[in-house]
């Protein structure tokens, strides 16, 4: 199981980064969710995948009954998913608002905060 | 009220012994950051209240992170684990000299850009919430410095990266929008890969605690791809550092939110960055970082040179600044790269140097600019007339930032030049010398421009007045940066004595395993 | 949105979906459920009230501002932790009482009181976003 998941998040990291690599914010954004989904998938993977069930104790007892499942990839994950939610939210807003305040959403164009044709230092007084 | 009880054996996997209340100390300086920032986010409408609020609460963490420091100078290294699960099961606090160390300067740093923030921030930016966005990303600082635990150390960083970024957009002008979305897509690279790495770091180790990590790594040398993992950390941090072919988010972003913003960035994040590069490279890598300390030296030198040349060709003393952050953080990794004790010791005296330092230039550029009409070296002049203590002060920085004698640059300088010549790498030694010549040139640049010519014509000169509560925190800093110049030998011994924890971690390891060695 | 059945159906599907967060919320503590997903489940309801009935309407409903109830649910998690230190025991390590209400015991925690937390910062940081997107796309 584990080499097809180690394929996926190959697959997910390289569909990511393509995405990012382009020039158009709403595409780096589509490549930022997929980011998140493609190292949600690693951690799971590098946790082990078993055909366990879920660790849950059950009630009345003070250990797992039997061979339980990793918990630990799965709390790293829910953050993980917690904190990739949050930043593509916070991304998806900024990214409206440059659109609508820049008029654009070519990274190319968005030259406010760098001018091009800035004057050197003067070289005397 | 009761701890639920129940007949296993629960001495194998939980603390039962009651904490000793100095303990708290090391998780104490986060939860007060986050409770305070909770509250003044819920008064984020009374912006006369949240200034003196923030103030007091940062006096607080001062206090808490300067008892941290001396408790931990006294014991060593302290260990507090969430929720009384044992390390390796639980989330645990370590703190080292380093992280104290870090901590406490980083608390001052934000105490003084609060203090700075009353007069810059108006009503309307507190309404936005500045100060709740700085206790949090205190929170977010604290935490990534006292942490001892790898995937925690990534939760605050992302705490501090959220607030950060609504710190950077404070006032919704079409620069920070721009800056924003460059800062923003990057560092979300940055963690991104630092969160990759902390995958395959699980996936070898089967655990995410630093001391443990540390204890386990040598056995694992031959079997496992370390050096692979390094080189992501390195690259991941480098990233969030700043440094060299990775740095252009910084030019980016770094001039365009408020002054008091851009001084506390300037003071605050890069060092993260670097403190967290040292934990992993030192601390729990220090064989995989000898492998690739020929790249990191050629990262440093490079990032060094950039910096000092970039700041050359800067017309904006802003983005002249942003430069000169680059340069430092190159001469911190030049440090990391040669790696011996004597050189990290220096790392950590230049990050204290550099965070209180910083932020004063950040603040004098602030102020510069609005005593002479702008930031542009080509339309300002005529300081020295007008206001000659601020002059002298300013001066004075621009010496520290360039590593002269007697103010705090200098020492740092002298213990990484004389690392790098004893270690061999003498070249290196010699861009250290080179890029603290070219900051000199280009800050003596901007004192003959914006401080010692004469205002020219079209901005008449009209002498402002100079309230003292502005100058208070430059003069403050600079203050502090003298003295740490002139009686090295506290700081000196501190940081040489975090390198030797760093690099012989036993006490640390004791801390977290306190019957010896990880289970 | 004009529409008089999403209109009419609105209201019951709010008050559904926000007791319905509320029940995953509790559920958490040993069930699958928790703070997070409960928190998310209110913004949904919330946004579909917004999007109903327009945004200020949601603003006058939930009477703070969004932004205050993300910090009250933040202080309620971290005063959580805290409370462990009157009782000498690590950092966020779970309290439980057990009063008998009724002839019936309830379990009642900081573990508990965190969740509440949690919920309330879920809710109030996505509510914020999600209220001033659907404001943007109003306009």
Same mark, same amino acid.
Request: charge should be neutral; hydrophobic fraction near 55%.
């Given at each position: 199981?584990?080499?097809?998941?180690?394929?996926?998040? &190959?697959?997910?990291?390289?569909?990511?980064?393509?995405?990012?690599?382009?020039?158009?914010?709403?595409?780096?954004?589509? &490549?930022?969710?997929?980011?998140?989904?493609?190292?949600?998938?690693?951690?799971?993977?590098?946790?082990?995948?078993?055909?366990?069930?879920?660790?849950?104790? &059950?009630?009345?007892?003070?250990?797992?009954?039997?061979?339980?499942?990793?918990?630990?990839?799965?709390?790293?994950?829910?953050?993980?998913?917690?904190?990739?939610?949050?930043?593509?939210?916070?991304?998806?807003?900024?990214?409206?608002?440059?659109?609508?305040?820049?008029?654009?959403?070519?990274?190319?164009?968005?030259?406010?905060?760098?001018?091009?044709?800035?004057?050197?230092?003067?070289? &005397?007084? | 009220?009761?701890?639920?009880?129940?007949?296993?054996?629960?001495?194998?996997?939980?603390?039962?012994?009651?904490?000793?209340?100095?303990?708290?100390?090391?998780?104490?300086?986060?939860?007060?950051?986050?409770?305070?920032?909770?509250?003044?986010?819920?008064?984020?409408?009374?912006?006369?209240?949240?200034?003196?609020?923030?103030?007091?609460?940062?006096?607080?963490?001062?206090?808490?992170?300067?008892?941290?420091?001396?408790?931990?100078?006294?014991?060593?290294?302290?260990?507090?684990?969430?929720?009384?699960?044992?390390?390796?099961?639980?989330?645990?606090?370590?703190?080292?000299?380093?992280?104290?160390?870090?901590?406490?300067?980083?608390?001052?740093?934000?105490?003084?850009?609060?203090?700075?923030?009353?007069?810059?921030?108006?009503?309307?930016?507190?309404?936005?919430?500045?100060?709740?966005?700085?206790?949090?990303?205190?929170?977010?600082?604290?935490?990534?410095?006292?942490?001892?635990?790898? $995937?925690?150390?990534?939760?605050? =960083?992302?705490?501090?990266?959220?607030?950060? $970024?609504?710190?950077?957009?404070?006032?919704?002008?079409?620069?920070?929008?721009?800056? !924003?979305?460059?800062?923003?897509?990057?560092?979300?690279?940055?963690?991104?890969?630092?969160?990759?790495?902390?995958?395959?770091?699980?996936?070898?180790?089967?655990?995410?605690?630093?001391?443990?990590?540390?204890?386990?790594? %040598?056995?694992?040398?031959?079997?496992?791809?370390?050096?692979?993992?390094?080189?992501?950390?390195?690259?991941?941090?480098?990233?969030?550092?700043?440094?060299? %072919?990775?740095?252009?988010?910084? %030019?980016?972003?770094?001039?365009?939110?408020?002054?008091?913003?851009?001084?506390?960035?300037?003071?605050?994040?890069?060092?993260?960055?670097?403190?967290?590069?040292?934990?992993?490279?030192?601390?729990?890598?220090?064989?995989?970082?000898?492998?690739?300390? =020929?790249?990191?030296?050629?990262?440093?030198? /490079?990032?060094?040179?950039?910096?000092?040349?970039?700041?050359?060709?800067?017309?904006?003393?802003?983005?002249?600044?942003?430069?000169?952050?680059?340069?430092?953080?190159?001469?911190?990794?030049?440090?990391?790269?040669?790696?011996?004790?004597?050189?990290?010791?220096?790392?950590?005296?230049?990050?204290?140097?550099?965070?209180?330092?910083?932020?004063?230039?950040?603040?004098?550029?602030?102020?510069?600019?609005?005593?002479?009409?702008? $930031?542009?070296?080509?339309?300002?002049?005529?300081?020295?007339?007008?206001?000659?203590?601020?002059?002298?002060?300013?001066?004075?920085?621009?010496?520290?930032?360039?590593?002269?004698?007697?103010?705090?640059? =200098?020492?740092?300088?002298?213990?990484?030049?004389?690392?790098?010549?004893?270690?061999?790498?003498?070249?290196?030694?010699?861009? /250290?010398?080179?890029?603290?010549?070219?900051?000199?040139?280009?800050?003596?640049?901007?004192?003959?421009? !914006?401080?010692?010519?004469?205002?020219?014509?079209?901005?008449?000169?009209?002498?402002?007045?100079?309230?003292?509560?502005?100058?208070?925190?430059? /003069?403050?800093?600079?203050?502090?940066?003298?003295?740490?110049?002139?009686?090295?030998?506290?700081?000196?011994?501190?940081?040489?004595?975090?390198?030797?924890?760093?690099?012989? %971690?036993?006490?640390?390891?004791?801390?977290?395993?306190?019957?010896?060695?990880?289970? | 949105?004009?529409?008089?059945?999403?209109? +009419?159906?609105?209201?019951?599907?709010?008050? *559904?979906?926000?007791?319905?967060?509320?029940?995953?919320?509790?559920?958490?503590?040993?069930?699958?459920?928790?703070?997070?997903?409960?928190?998310?489940?209110?913004?949904?309801?919330?946004?579909?009230?917004?999007?109903?009935?327009? #945004?200020?309407?949601?603003?006058?409903?939930?009477?703070?501002?969004?932004?205050?109830?993300?910090?009250?649910?933040?202080?309620?998690? +971290? @005063?959580?932790?805290?409370?462990?230190?009157?009782?000498?025991?690590?950092?966020? +390590?779970? @309290?439980? *009482?057990?009063?008998?209400?009724?002839?019936?015991?309830?379990?009642?925690?900081?573990?508990? +009181?965190?969740?509440?937390? #949690?919920?309330? *910062?879920?809710?109030?940081?996505?509510?914020?976003?999600?209220?001033?997107?659907?404001?943007?796309?109003?306009?």
């Amino acid at each position: 199981m584990e080499p097809v998941l180690a394929v996926l998040t &190959g697959i997910f990291l390289t569909v990511a980064v393509y995405l990012l690599l382009s020039k158009y914010i709403i595409r780096m954004l589509l &490549g930022v969710a997929i980011l998140g989904n493609a190292v949600n998938l690693l951690i799971f993977t590098s946790g082990r995948i078993m055909r366990e069930v879920p660790p849950v104790i &059950g009630a009345g007892l003070d250990v797992p009954a039997g061979a339980t499942a990793n918990p630990l990839p799965q709390a790293l994950i829910l953050t993980a998913i917690v904190i990739s939610f949050s930043f593509f939210a916070f991304l998806l807003v900024l990214s409206w608002r440059a659109y609508s305040v820049l008029g654009t959403d070519n990274t190319d164009a968005m030259r406010v905060a760098e001018p091009d044709g800035v004057q050197p230092p003067p070289l &005397g007084y | 009220m009761a701890v639920s009880s129940s007949p296993a054996d629960l001495s194998a996997a939980l603390v039962l012994q009651p904490v000793a209340a100095l303990d708290w100390l090391v998780i104490l300086p986060v939860a007060w950051c986050l409770a305070v920032g909770a509250v003044l986010l819920m008064i984020r409408h009374k912006s006369v209240a949240q200034p003196l609020v923030a103030v007091a609460a940062l006096a607080v963490l001062v206090g808490l992170d300067a008892a941290l420091l001396w408790h931990v100078a006294q014991n060593g290294p302290v260990t507090m684990v969430m929720g009384r699960w044992l390390p390796p099961f639980g989330i645990a606090f370590t703190v080292d000299l380093t992280g104290a160390l870090f901590a406490l300067t980083s608390a001052v740093v934000a105490l003084i850009g609060a203090v700075a923030a009353i007069d810059d921030i108006n009503a309307s930016g507190r309404r936005y919430g500045f100060y709740p966005f700085l206790m949090l990303l205190m929170a977010g600082v604290s935490g990534a410095f006292l942490t001892g635990d790898v $995937f925690n150390l990534y939760v605050w =960083f992302e705490v501090l990266l959220i607030s950060s $970024f609504g710190l950077l957009v404070l006032g919704s002008e079409r620069e920070q929008i721009d800056g !924003a979305v460059k800062y923003g897509f990057l560092n979300l690279v940055a963690t991104t890969l630092f969160l990759i790495t902390t995958g395959y770091l699980y996936g070898i180790f089967g655990t995410l605690n630093m001391a443990d990590i540390a204890a386990k790594a %040598p056995g694992l040398q031959m079997t496992a791809p370390l050096v692979t993992l390094t080189a992501l950390y390195t690259l991941a941090f480098a990233m969030k550092a700043a440094a060299f %072919p990775v740095n252009f988010w910084l %030019p980016a972003s770094y001039h365009t939110p408020r002054i008091v913003v851009s001084a506390l960035f300037a003071g605050l994040l890069t060092k993260v960055g670097i403190y967290a590069l040292i934990r992993i490279g030192v601390m729990l890598f220090p064989a995989e970082r000898e492998q690739l300390s =020929f790249v990191l030296a050629i990262v440093a030198a /490079l990032t060094m040179l950039t910096g000092s040349l970039g700041a050359l060709a800067q017309s904006d003393t802003r983005r002249l600044l942003g430069y000169l952050v680059i340069s430092g953080i190159g001469a911190m990794l030049a440090g990391i790269a040669i790696g011996s004790p004597e050189a990290i010791g220096g790392v950590i005296f230049y990050a204290v140097h550099s965070m209180l330092v910083m932020t004063a230039l950040y603040l004098a550029a602030g102020l510069a600019a609005r005593l002479s009409g702008g $930031f542009s070296l080509t339309v300002s002049g005529g300081l020295y007339r007008h206001h000659l203590l601020f002059t002298a002060l300013s001066l004075m920085l621009f010496f520290a930032v360039s590593g002269l004698p007697p103010f705090s640059g =200098f020492w740092p300088k002298v213990m990484l030049v004389k690392a790098a010549i004893d270690g061999g790498v003498s070249w290196l030694a010699g861009i /250290l010398l080179l890029s603290g010549f070219l900051t000199m040139i280009a800050t003596g640049r901007v004192f003959l421009l !914006a401080y010692w010519r004469p205002a020219p014509a079209q901005t008449a000169a009209v002498p402002q007045p100079l309230a003292i509560t502005a100058l208070l925190p430059i /003069l403050v800093l600079t203050v502090s940066s003298v003295l740490i110049g002139l009686f090295p030998e506290t700081l000196l011994n501190l940081a040489q004595q975090a390198a030797a924890t760093l690099n012989e %971690p036993s006490a640390y390891l004791n801390s977290v395993f306190p019957a010896g060695g990880a289970p | 949105m004009k529409s008089l059945i999403f209109r +009419t159906i609105a209201p019951v599907i709010v008050s *559904v979906m926000v007791l319905f967060s509320i029940f995953v919320l509790l559920r958490g503590h040993n069930e699958p459920g928790g703070g997070f997903i409960g928190g998310l489940i209110a913004v949904a309801a919330l946004s579909i009230y917004g999007i109903a009935f327009g #945004v200020e309407t949601v603003r006058r409903a939930i009477v703070f501002h969004p932004l205050s109830i993300a910090g009250a649910g933040l202080l309620l998690a +971290t @005063l959580s932790g805290l409370l462990s230190m009157l009782f000498h025991v690590p950092f966020m +390590t779970g @309290l439980w *009482v057990y009063p008998v209400i009724l002839g019936e015991e309830i379990p009642l925690s900081s573990v508990m +009181t965190f969740d509440i937390g #949690v919920y309330l *910062v879920v809710v109030g940081a996505v509510t914020s976003i999600a209220l001033s997107l659907e404001e943007r796309g109003e306009d």
